[in-house]
């Protein structure tokens, strides 16, 4: 169902929260017996997509950027490669560039102006978050890299791969609205955090707290009763512990954090997979 774990395909996109290192654990608890389709609600990045083979692929994502960077990959591969290459030839990797180049994305209307800048803001700016104030503007700061990496390869991998998938921005209740007997959801939400007085979850613009986390148990036991299987992705902390009691399964593991732009501030956490499997 997948790469062996020394070669794995990395998306073009840097995410913090991507699940590349930890593929191998996803893809032992998922159900993939009989299963045609692979679920995403949360797609964010895509490194699952990219490395679980299934014969179709629902992604959607809360972030309207995202969905539509990856519809024109999809359709307008050449395009969009050639219009954001310009973006990485050093030129372009000081600050003033960057905030100038930020402003012209947070006012830009076009979906490919939108669509390139996009990768340029994503590899240019700080440790691969994608983050957005209340009025919708990006807003990550620049991220001060000696050489941003121009994805070229993983761009063409990713529209190669994009061909049976559909991208549907939405909540991911969309997701779970459109589910079929076939389906194998895998959920990876905004984590509940560690440390509950520093909540880092929001994500596009929109907070995900504990009653998201909730809804999204109640979507995967309601696809359950369909005869549908869903796994989750989080933190192992006591309220995912709660809210996970009735799971199936849980895989528990560790995993290093990421999120520090200096390599020795990045410890390892602890995570969990939590299946809910539909009786047989």
């Known amino acids: 169902m997948t790469n062996k774990h020394n070669n794995l395909h990395r998306s073009f996109l840097k995410w913090a929260g991507g699940k590349k290192k930890v593929i191998p654990h996803i893809q032992a608890i998922l159900p993939s017996e009989g299963k045609r389709r692979l679920v995403e609600p949360f797609v964010g990045g895509g490194s699952v997509f990219l490395n679980l083979d299934f014969d179709e692929y629902l992604l959607v994502d809360m972030n309207h950027d995202l969905i539509t960077l ?51 803001l994503n590899r240019h700016g700080y440790n691969g978050l994608c983050r957005y104030n209340q009025k919708g503007g990006y807003n990550v700061p620049f991220g001060r890299y000696k050489h941003p990496y121009f994805p ?9 791969r994009a061909q049976t998938a559909t991208f549907v921005q939405g909540d991911f209740a969309t997701a779970f609205a459109q589910l079929s007997i076939g389906d194998v959801v895998y959920c990876d939400p905004p984590y509940s955090p560690i440390n509950r007085t520093a909540n880092f979850t929001a994500y596009a613009g929109n907070g ?12 995967a036991q309601h696809a359950q009763l ?16 709660a809210l996970y009691k009735d799971a199936s399964k849980q895989v528990k593991f560790a995993v290093q954090r990421n999120i520090s732009q200096k390599g020795n501030a990045r410890g390892k956490v602890k995570e969990v997979l939590a299946l809910y499997m539909p009786d047989k």
């Open 152 to 160: 070229e390869k993983e761009m063409r991998f990713f529209a190669q």
């Open 226 to 241: 369909q005869g549908v299987a869903t796994v989750i992705s989080n933190h192992l902390v006591p309220f995912t512990k």
């Open 208 to 219: 995900f707290g504990d009653d998201e986390q909730a809804r999204l148990v109640a979507c």
């Open 70 to 120: 990856f519809n024109l990959l999809k359709t307008s591969c050449d395009v969009i490669i050639e219009k954001s290459r310009m973006y990485f030839n050093g030129e372009y990797n000081h600050a003033d560039a960057y905030y100038a180049l930020r402003a012209q994305f947070n006012s830009a209307t076009d979906p490919i102006e939108r669509a390139t800048l996009f990768i340029y």
